[in-house]
Each structure stands twice: as C-alpha cells, then as structure tokens.
C-alpha cells in the first residue's frame, strides 16, 4: 500500500519508477537476486541497444505488464542454457555490487541485444505449483461446505501445473492430503491455525490459457523455468518434478480465451454431487476488463441455477491491487455468495497465513 505522498503502484507511469517498484517487490518477497537484475535494467535504459530503447518507450503500465519480469525471464534463459557464462556469479548471488551487476547486464545486452527482444512481448509464464497450497486449503474449506467431490477449471492455466493438483502431496499446517508417495511435495511455512481437515476428492482436472505450454517439449519447459527467479531453488526442483510428471501423464489443457473457456465448462452436463470449480492464481491482472467482467457475469449467471447436488464455487488466489498483498478467496452457490477471504500467500506459495472463516 501507498505511503502518504506516495503515487499509488497501478498509477505509476514512469518506467524507472516502475522498475524500482518491481525491485522493492522482490526484496521484500526475499529475493535479493532478482531484485539486482532488475535494478540493472535502469543501466540498461542508457545504453545505445534496441533492449535499451524498448525498455525506455514502453508504452504500456511497467508494473501492470510485470515489464521487468518479462527481460528477467530472458536474460535468465541465457544463464540457464550456458549461452552467456558471464551471468553465472549474478545469478547464483556470488556479485552482490550493484556496479557490478549493472556493468555485467549492460555488456551482456550488448551482446544478446536482439536475442532478448522477443522476451518483451508477452507476460511471463510462472506456472508454479506451490500456489496449489493455498487452492487445496480452499478446497478443504468448500469441502465442509459443498461436500468432498470437486471438478476443477483452471483459466490461465499456462503449462497446466496445477491442475496436476491431485496427484500432489500436501502438508499443510500438519493437515495432510494427497498420495503421500508424490514426486512433487508441497509444505509450505504454515502460519495462523491450520485448514479444516474436511476430505478432497478431485473427480476431474482441466485448464485453459490463451498461450498455453507444453511441458513435455524441451524448448517450452526451459522457457518455464528462465520465468522462476534465481533465488528460488526450491522452486526450481518442483518445475523438473512437475515436467517429469507431465511426461508420464500431461494435463488436460486448451488453448483457449479465458471467457470462453468459463462459458463452455459452464454449459457442460455436470455430475451430481460434484462442485464445479473455476480457480485461478496470480493471472486476473493479465486478462482485459472486458473479459473479467464477463466472466464475473457469467459466473454469477450460473450460480443462481446452482443446486445443493449440483454446487458451483469460484477460487482465486489473486494480487489485491491496493494492498499488493496476495489473497486466497472464495464465493459459492448456493449459499455463499459472497467473497470471503480465506488466506493470504506468499507468490509463489512459500507461506500461507490462514486466516480462517465459519
């Protein structure tokens, strides 16, 4: 949230502001790596490179467009795939002078100027599977509300990580779930009193982005995994759990508009005594405000035809774009129409402060 005197994020307009925010994010989410790189791009700006200028006009809203994180994705693509060596101590932290850090980005720029280019085009893809923590506690909370048997719809979905969600392990605050065996386990620091632990039966999984990834090819999987920051080791090791996963048995997913996609789950027969679930996590800010109101209306449209044997619910772990905190909610028909907020998020799913709700 704003300071007094302070310009609100969402009316930031200068891309060095923007830039500096998106840093100061970062530190406070514990990733002093990333932070670095991104303040580099200020350096960057100056210089006479095609990377350079594009950061420079940007037309669109720095942070909104997460601009810093699309060439973060880039420039970490070239680390990770041993084109460029002279990143190695930048992004394994050995550098910590943000001199030095500005000098080694700006050389390497120069090198990779048109290479880094078509990062700039399109959001960045963090498909990441510990946000899966905060969906399973949403679930075990609708479970004593709605009953244990759920259908989940994913929009914006990405590579489709987390509609994977039930072949995962969860702990979560000593609330256990899932097959205790799972490649992929999900612990997350744990804080406030632990969810309800009601029953999860995950009857079917599917998923749709506009720009959807295929795990299973190598060039897509590597663009994943240049997405996650440096600084996340851990989370590292969940993609390469996640692409094995996949290898053995893809996700359901579509390429398709997000509103579309909600119109035409909607429209399918649904299984008695089975909620359907629209969920999604960290996307909402990407889609255009004539798509987030159409599925809002859509949404509500079909909950006012829910029924106790056929129970509608709508999850989201979203970004609140006053408080920038990251909040699990949750409405559901019939009976609970209204929003309520079940828990706050780490991003990337590193904690989850359950705050808890009748």
């Given amino acids: 949230m704003a300071n007094a005197g302070e310009t609100p994020a969402m009316e930031i307009e200068s891309v060095a502001d923007a ?11 514990d990733a002093p790596i990333t932070a670095r790189v991104i303040r580099s791009l200020l350096a960057v700006m100056q210089t006479d490179t095609a990377s350079g200028r594009r950061l420079t006009h940007w037309a669109g809203k720095g942070i909104e467009d997460a601009l810093a994180l699309r060439v973060v994705g880039g420039l970490h693509s070239l680390y990770l795939s041993g084109e460029e060596p002279r990143l190695e101590p930048v ?10 850090v500005d000098a080694i980005v700006c050389e390497v720029v120069q090198t990779f100027d048109f290479k880094l280019l078509p990062w700039f085009d399109g959001p960045p893809q963090t498909n990441e599977a510990g946000r899966s923590a905060s969906v399973m506690a949403g679930l075990m909370w609708l479970s004593g509300k709605l009953g244990p048997k759920f259908e989940l719809n994913e929009i914006g979905a990405s590579a489709g990580i987390n509609t994977m969600m039930a072949r995962f392990a969860f702990d979560l605050g000593g609330v256990k779930a899932g097959p205790s065996l799972s490649s992929i386990r999900i612990t997350p620091e744990w804080r406030g009193s632990p969810p309800p632990a009601n029953p999860v039966e995950i009857v079917g999984a599917q998923g749709c982005d506009i720009a959807p990834m295929d795990l299973t090819d190598p060039a897509q999987a590597d663009r994943l995994k240049a997405y996650i920051w440096a600084d996340a080791r851990e989370r590292m090791a969940r993609m390469d759990a996640a692409i094995a996963m996949a290898e053995r048995m893809p996700p359901e997913l579509v390429k398709m508009d997000a509103g579309d996609f909600v119109e035409q789950r909607l429209a399918a027969e649904q299984q008695e005594g089975v909620t359907r679930v629209l969920f999604h996590t960290i996307m909402w800010q990407y889609l255009p405000q004539a798509t987030r109101d159409r599925i809002t209306a859509l949404m509500e449209a079909a909950g006012t035809q829910a029924t106790a044997d056929k129970p509608l619910a709508w999850l989201r772990l979203e970004t609140n774009r006053e408080t920038f905190k990251h909040e ?7 009976g609970g129409e209204e929003w309520v907020q079940l828990a706050e998020a780490h991003p990337h799913g590193a904690w989850v402060e359950w705050k808890g709700a009748d």
């Avoid at 699990?328 to 019939?334: F, G, M, N, S, T």
């Fill in 19 to 29: 830039l500096n925010w998106h840093a100061d994010h970062c530190d406070r989410a």
């Fill in 91 to 100: 992004f394994t932290g050995r550098v910590t002078d943000q001199a030095q």
């Fill in 328 to 334: 699990l909610r949750v409405r559901y028909w019939p």
